[in-house]
């Protein structure tokens, strides 16, 4: 074994102790191809840099991706129907894809009839931030709403709001389909104040924005969480026939 084999092969070993396995494994394919000496010390070290810095990115969406939950993990951004009948304003699409609603603390509120499309937009939308490096979780409503209950009935209902208030962005889908409890409008109502103070919702409805008051309870509580939820958001509405009725699209709720 040569000074040099040597040097690498210790040098290889200390970055696998400070776990960086792939600038590992490059040193020792650049080591190994004669053409390395044409190189310059810079762009070796961005090379083996930026193999190891791609590698722990895609690792880290893959985990935000699995911790997220999503309903469809099939939905991209980029498949988004936007066929004249379905109304789909791309203007603002685009501009949720800047990632400034996050950013900037702004929810996003999309609204159409059954069947249009509303889950896999919220779900495209939600693997996108996450592909950019955000944190979030998928939810529907009624999933929510059962967690909160089961952590308060453990008395770790505290525990489980620090946990939500962790996320970047935080989806409720199907939202409010049927009225409300007392008690789960005291529980949305946490919810969304601590959203309010520096996270984003999005926040997927079939029902109509002035429904929803009634389906909190028509009270004060009703105003605060429809304040918190409506105020400084971005809005997308969604027209055109059920997609399910048009043979079984995979752009359906």
Avoid at 3 to 29: C, F, G, W, Y
Avoid at 30 to 41: C, E, F, H, N, V
Avoid at 80 to 94: F, V
Avoid at 177 to 195: A, C, N
Wanted: glycine share 4%; net charge neutral.
């Amino acid at each position: 074994m040569t000074n040099s084999t040597a040097r690498v092969n210790e040098l290889t070993q200390h970055l696998r102790k400070m776990r960086l396995p792939i600038m590992a494994d490059r040193l020792v394919d650049l080591y190994s191809d004669p053409l390395t000496s044409q190189r310059t010390t810079l762009e070796i070290l961005e090379e083996i840099v930026n193999d190891e810095y791609q590698s722990r990115r895609h690792n880290t969406i893959q985990r935000y991706l699995k911790q997220a939950k999503l309903s469809q993990p099939q939905a991209h951004i980029q498949d988004i129907d936007y066929s004249p009948s379905r109304k789909i304003n791309k203007d603002t699409i685009d501009q949720l894809k800047t990632c400034q609603f996050i950013t900037n603390h702004r929810n996003v509120v999309i609204q159409g009839a059954t069947g249009t499309g509303k889950s896999y937009i919220t779900n495209a939308l939600c693997r996108y931030v996450i592909e950019e490096g955000y944190t979030a979780r998928y939810m529907r409503m009624y999933d929510l709403l059962t967690e909160m209950v089961q952590a308060d009935l453990e008395d770790k209902l505290e525990n489980y709001f620090k946990k939500i208030m962790k996320l970047d962005v935080l989806v409720i889908d199907d939202f409010l389909l049927t009225p409300t409890t007392q008690d789960e409008q005291k529980y949305l109502m946490e919810v969304f104040e601590l959203r309010s103070r520096n996270r984003s919702l999005i926040i997927s409805s079939q029902m109509e924005t002035g429904e929803w008051h009634k389906k909190l309870g028509g009270g004060a509580i009703a105003d605060a969480i429809l304040d918190r939820a409506i105020s400084n958001s971005y809005h997308l509405h969604i027209s055109g026939d059920s997609l399910r009725m048009k043979g079984g699209s995979t752009t359906t709720d």
